[in-house]
């Protein structure tokens, strides 16, 4: 079964930076892509940008240029790492932030919340 859990987030003013990890447990390859979504109070969950198996990114145009999305695999462990580092974030930015694996269901996501 494979699992994960978000951690990071937290309170930052506009123009400050968070960084997001999740772990991924039980995954016993690494050829998948995984990604970050996010939801706002009130709104449906929206995509924020994507990696592949080979690095490859991908980010919705309201978050490029300030967000980097990256990787990394443990395969004694059979565990993925996910990170998304967010910087210049704007109070627009304030919303749920969840990891996104193929194999796994919604985690419980982690709050970040851009408030001066």
């Known amino acids: 079964q494979v699992t994960l859990r978000e951690s990071g987030g937290g309170l930052v003013q506009p123009g400050g930076s968070l960084r997001l990890s999740c772990v991924v447990s039980g995954v016993t390859h690494g050829d998948y892509s995984m990604g970050w979504y996010r939801q706002a109070p009130g709104k449906e969950r929206d995509y924020v940008a994507t990696i592949n198996s080979s690095g490859f990114t991908y980010y919705a145009d309201s978050v490029k240029g300030r967000f980097t999305i990256t990787r990394d695999r443990d395969s004694t462990k059979n565990m993925d790492y996910l990170y998304l580092q967010m910087n210049s974030l704007r109070p627009e930015d304030t919303a749920i932030y969840y990891c996104?694996?193929?194999?796994?269901?919604w985690g419980r996501g982690a709050q970040v919340t851009v408030s001066s």
């Open positions: 996104n694996h193929p194999e796994a269901a």
